[in-house]
């Protein structure tokens, strides 16, 4: 099992563009249970290594910060977009497709 989770975070869908889609996150993986307090209702845990999210530009940083600090990590490889080139009058096409 990987203590972190290295991967490229998808765009937010509130994001018209993708600034920062292009950063590497590293994410530690929960280590305890989350519980409900009873009182207030509230989720908490114990594992405060689960509130930790770090960036970097690239992956082979994120995998150097890993190596370094003996963490065993596991990488996620991005879905790559695929673009279809349309034109403006394809959204009034006879034969559209709804």
């Given at each position: ?9 998808a ?22 249970r989350?519980?409900?307090?009873p ?28 190596e ?31």
């Amino acid at each position: 099992m990987a203590d972190v989770r290295i991967f490229r975070p998808a765009k937010n869908a509130m994001q018209s563009g993708r600034a920062k889609s292009k950063r590497w996150a590293l994410e530690f993986e929960p280590q305890a249970r989350k519980t409900a307090d009873p009182l207030m209702g509230w989720i908490g845990s114990a594992d405060t290594q689960g509130q930790l999210h770090l960036y970097f530009e690239t992956k082979e940083e994120a995998i150097a910060f890993a190596e370094k600090n003996g963490l065993a990590y596991r990488i996620e490889e991005p879905k790559e977009r695929r673009m279809q080139p349309k034109s403006y009058a394809a959204n009034f096409a006879f034969k559209r497709m709804f």
